[in-house]
């Protein structure tokens, strides 16, 4: 279906020359009458703001004053449109090689499945939609809160699986503790523990809602022979004077989960982890030993990435735009992969070729053109990057996330710089220029027959 | 899209039983890896469709993956509340009104001029069209400041009429590249025939070319449409309150991300919907439009 429509415009046109000398003898009022509205409304809006731009570009603020080169000099002294320009080649770097790789490994891949065609569909679908409907969904996707964003609940999922997470933020001893500050947010008692002891390690400050779920009422310590048994818990009772300081009182709650080390000489030789009670057993081992509830116990709940902060906020709008475009990617470069000679692959399989020979000494090869169009569209693309970053990025590090097209957008209708603003506008264009004289190139051999 | 076949190597006779086996670890390693592929790019896309179906209170307690567990919490609320606002509704029926007549303008003068670059003879020609083909990658960042400040002197700033022509403008090029391209293969003897019945310039384009051109015209106008269906840019800065379509009126709402997803997602679902229905009902369309105007 594609190269019914697209046929002049994606392959050479037949080699035999065919005369298109009008048919009917045009007289030239009649072909400047079916030209006149295309060619007046090019003429007013496109071709004519390319030189206002320009001329203007060479003007002050108010537009009245010679400039020279100021506006251009600004470019590069401006914070903000350095910003944005060093943003900039990070999303032409990144950006359209990450979409052009996964295109090609996806169209690659899906010719190997029999519901490729779906997945295809389910790629290229965020083509369809607008920037901004792709922007709000990010939004939400890279939600700072692990309950509302997807990213960060899946990061902070993984974490926590990998990582000890800890229960009890904000814990400390309360007066006249026998557990004193190790530094490091770490708590370590003042004496040492000898073998048959039993020890209370008190705590206070833990919010009553941020408790572990399964935190019983705690027991004191029993002596159980050498062992030496101790109970952790939240030495507080609410209500004035209700609790005694230091003792397990009834009502009060063991620290289910709490991890204890014995350390000796700056060594640790032993770790329990409190029950659900608060209580922890210790063996002889631990004798001479301070104890001491290490900081990992009280760091605040590992919350995920600041998607959206100041240093992660461009890599992760990248991020989106890929989502949008590696569909696009991925359908020009499977069309490429239709129209290529299968003997081919074939012959190289059958010399003994593994898939990943073939991959690599053929199918790239010969898609080589594909690719190149495929990256040079959607550098292009991202030059003129704007919705993305204007909806995803938050007020607080919008600046950090400036791209050019937005720098143009903020300098021309916000901060009413339009001499600087028509610069940034020339230096896109430019930019653009080379893909402009190719695609003039690549056509003129094709429209002279 | 058109389906491939399955390309994998017949497993074919004479083959060893351990690259049998390596091929079979290896299609299942592909069939994994595309499945979470396609869930990763299904998940955001779900993630706000479900968001758009809880309440407010709902969505700041917890995800929207809670749903799962709880399917009671799934509502219309939203939506129906949504479609009360009168700001709302009117911004989609702007978005209608910018995105029909742009369409069909670019296809009527792209059209024409597609056709006199094809088949008129007059001098220049080839430069002519040269000249249009440049323009294909002009960014629409370039004529921002200057058509904002042509339009307040012809004062159609702020209306429709002027998203309109911006509209139009920049799809030209893309418009009369395609249409060129597909009229200049229409068979010569064709036209020479419906000449000699007696046939003017202007019948033979109407009764003759315009019915030939069916495919690349649905090419070109789905391609325009989605393009100022889901465009923001251009009406962020030329349209009013009275004139903007529904992607300026829900990123006015953005700001307040956190407060306002209850307006934020079914709304970008609702500006969603066309698109997709297009999308899907015109997918061919859509991909030989995406394909001849990989220079845009």
Redesign the interface.
């Given at each position: 279906m594609a190269s019914d429509t697209a046929a002049g415009a994606t392959r050479p046109a037949p080699a035999a020359p065919k005369s298109r000398k009008s048919v009917t003898g045009t007289r030239r009022t009649v072909a400047a009458l079916f030209l006149l509205p295309a060619l007046v409304l090019l003429g007013a809006l496109v071709v004519y703001p390319i030189g206002y731009s320009v001329v203007r570009s060479f003007y002050d603020q108010s537009g009245d004053g010679f400039a020279g080169f100021d506006n251009y000099q600004s470019l590069f002294t401006d914070d903000g449109i350095r910003t944005a320009l060093k943003n900039n080649v990070l999303w032409v770097v990144f950006a359209p090689t990450v979409a052009t790789a996964l295109g090609l490994v996806f169209a690659v891949l899906t010719e190997r499945v029999r519901w490729g065609t779906a997945f295809k569909l389910v790629v290229f679908m965020p083509m369809a939609i607008s920037m901004l409907a792709a922007g709000i969904i990010f939004r939400l996707v890279y939600d700072q809160d692990p309950d509302k964003g997807v990213a960060n609940a899946v990061w902070v999922g993984v974490h926590d699986t990998f990582a000890q997470s800890s229960a009890f933020p904000k814990a400390h001893p309360g007066r006249e503790s026998p557990l004193e500050p190790a530094g490091g947010g770490a708590f370590v008692t003042k004496g040492t523990v000898s073998a048959g002891d039993t020890v209370t390690l008190p705590l206070v400050g833990v919010a009553p809602d941020l408790m572990p779920d399964g935190a019983k009422r705690a027991v004191a310590p029993k002596p159980d022979g050498d062992r030496i048994n101790g109970t952790t818990w939240q030495d507080f009772t609410r209500g004035k004077g209700v609790g005694t300081l230091n003792q397990v009182d009834a009502a009060e709650l063991g620290y289910a989960g709490m991890r204890v080390e014995a350390v000796k000489d700056g060594e640790v030789v032993e770790t329990a982890t409190a029950g659900d009670d608060g209580s922890f057993s210790l063996s002889a081992e631990a004798d001479g030993a301070r104890l001491r509830l290490p900081a990992s116990n009280f760091q605040e709940p590992y919350n995920g990435l600041d998607w959206l902060g100041p240093s992660l906020v461009t890599p992760a709008i990248i991020g989106s735009y890929i989502w949008m475009w590696a569909g696009f990617a991925m359908v020009l470069i499977a069309a490429g992969l239709a129209g290529m000679p299968r003997e081919l692959l074939e012959a190289a399989r059958v010399d003994g070729a593994n898939e990943w020979q073939v991959f690599r000494r053929i199918t790239v090869p010969l898609l080589a053109p594909v690719l190149a169009v495929v990256t040079v569209t959607l550098m292009i693309n991202v030059l003129k990057v704007f919705d993305l970053v204007f909806i995803i990025a938050p007020g607080s590090s919008q600046d950090d996330a400036n791209v050019l097209a937005l720098e143009l957008y903020r300098k021309g209708f916000s901060e009413d710089q339009p001499g600087v603003a028509s610069a940034i506008a020339v230096f896109l264009l430019l930019l653009v220029i080379p893909v402009m004289w190719f695609n003039v190139r690549r056509l003129r051999r094709e429209v002279r027959r | 899209?058109?389906?491939?076949?399955?390309?994998?190597?017949p497993a074919g006779a004479g083959r060893s039983l351990g690259s049998r086996l390596s091929e079979w670890v290896?299609?299942g390693l592909?069939?994994v890896?595309?499945i979470v592929?396609?869930l990763f790019?299904?998940?955001?896309?779900v993630?706000?469709l479900l968001?758009s179906l809880r309440t407010p209170q709902d969505?700041a307690?917890?995800?929207?993956?809670t749903v799962f567990t709880e399917p009671s919490q799934l509502t219309f609320g939203a939506y129906e509340t949504l479609l009360e606002n009168d700001d709302i509704t009117g911004s989609l029926l702007n978005t209608v009104y910018i995105t029909v007549p742009a369409t069909v303008l670019v296809v009527v003068?792209?059209s024409?001029?597609g056709?006199?670059?094809?088949?008129?003879?007059?001098p220049g020609r080839?430069w002519?069209?040269?000249a249009?083909?440049?323009?294909?990658?002009?960014?629409?960042?370039?004529?921002?400041?200057?058509?904002?400040?042509?339009f307040g002197k012809l004062g159609v700033f702020g209306s429709l009429t002027g998203v309109v022509?911006?509209h139009?403008?920049?799809g030209?090029?893309f418009a009369?590249?395609?249409l060129?391209?597909?009229f200049?293969?229409i068979p010569?003897e064709l036209?020479?025939a419906a000449?000699l019945d007696g046939a003017?310039?202007?019948r033979?384009?109407v009764r003759v070319v315009m019915p030939l051109a069916g495919?690349?015209i649905?090419?070109l106008g789905i391609f325009q449409f989605?393009w100022v269906?889901?465009?923001?840019?251009v009406a962020?800065?030329f349209t009013d309150s009275g004139s903007q379509p529904i992607?300026v009126a829900?990123?006015t709402q953005?700001?307040q991300?956190?407060n306002n997803?209850d307006v934020?997602?079914p709304?970008?679902?609702i500006?969603?919907v066309v698109?997709?229905v297009?999308?899907f009902a015109f997918?061919?369309?859509?991909?030989?439009?995406?394909?001849?105007g990989?220079?845009?």
């Open positions: - | 899209m058109s389906a491939t076949k399955a390309g994998a190597a290896s299609g592909v069939r890896f595309l592929v396609g790019w299904l998940v955001p896309t993630g706000l968001a969505m307690a917890d995800g929207w993956w003068i792209g024409l001029a056709y006199a670059f094809a088949w008129m003879e007059f080839d002519w069209f040269l249009v083909v440049g323009l294909l990658v002009v960014p629409v960042q370039v004529a921002l400041i200057p058509i904002a400040e042509l022509l911006f139009v403008g920049f030209l090029p009369v590249f395609l060129r391209n597909f200049a293969e010569r036209l020479e000449r003017g310039e202007l033979l384009f495919p690349a649905a090419a989605l269906w889901n465009d923001m840019l962020l800065i992607t829900l990123q953005v700001r991300f956190g997803i934020l997602a709304g970008a679902f500006s969603m698109p997709l297009v999308f997918q061919r369309q859509f991909v030989s439009g995406v394909m001849a990989a220079v845009k």
